[in-house]
């Protein structure tokens, strides 16, 4: 195993107004955990800012010359997404240090011995997975995820796999992928709840169709229920996609502290997640690259991210009693099932 942390403290410039859930607060938790990794022998790199045309790869160059607009200035894009001085700068430096974590972990793990996963986790805000082509909303400006995801098939791979695990759906990363069989999306989130998206009837879209799945989980849903769609569906589909990257939309708003999601996850719940993650990338024999999306309890945010760091560091797992299933997670999958049909293997 072998962890490299992509992270700046620069992060903490992009200003949101005062009582906003995504506070530069949040840069604070992801700078501590960067330095207890660091204290641990843990690689951490900085990032470099994504150029125009890494960013054009999955937005319009329209919307970038709209983010490029904001600079200097203090403005609204949506009913909770504001712009700083600042951001349109610290967003090209997040999605830019998910292809810094990209470029990583592809290097590191033509060197690994087999079994071995090279992983990478780039802790950033503002997040970015509800940022469509098009589009800033839900915080998000630029996605993040999706640049990174663009990035590896510019430089050849084929087949990318986005798991997404933020307690809301990615709406962006999933229209942007939305036609597209090289890049599969696989969403958990509570269901319904903001963005609206999300549902299990969203399956892509011509040749994309059947590459993107969504388990949409009633709110109150347990680490139980997480594990049951886990290993019922985001495993099972990842064995067969057989990608050659996995990535993950590492948001942690699914925490049972959470102030904006309902779900029943614990730090434990997140940890046990990480270490079948890395279980998957192991099957595939490929690196794995997580990139902070949301999570807003910031004690919860920050227990959360040591213990999975923890475990793409080769650690033991957490210790901590996991919430058992209630039934939602199997419903989720029922749902999933019947909207993919036959399409995945051993679902
Ligand atoms: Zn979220």
Redesign the pocket.
Known sequence: MALTLVSTSRFGDHLTPPGHPESPDRAAILDGVAQRARDRGVAVIEPREATDAELERVHTPAHVRSIEATRGRATMLDADTFTSPDTADLAKLAAGAGIVAVDVILSAQQSMAAGEVASAFALVRPPGHHAESARAMGFCFYSNVAVAAAHARAHGLARVAIVDI???HGNGTQEIFYPDPGVLFVSTHQYPFYPGTGAAREIGAGPGEGFTANLAMEGGSTDGDYQRVIDGAVLPMLQQFDPELILVSA?F?AHEDDP??QMRMTTAGYAWTAGRLVAAARHAGCPLALVT??GYALGALSASLDAVCGVLEGGTPVEGEMRPPTGRGDRALTALRTAQGARWAGL
């Open positions: 933020d307690v809301h948001g708003d904006l999601g999306e949301g």
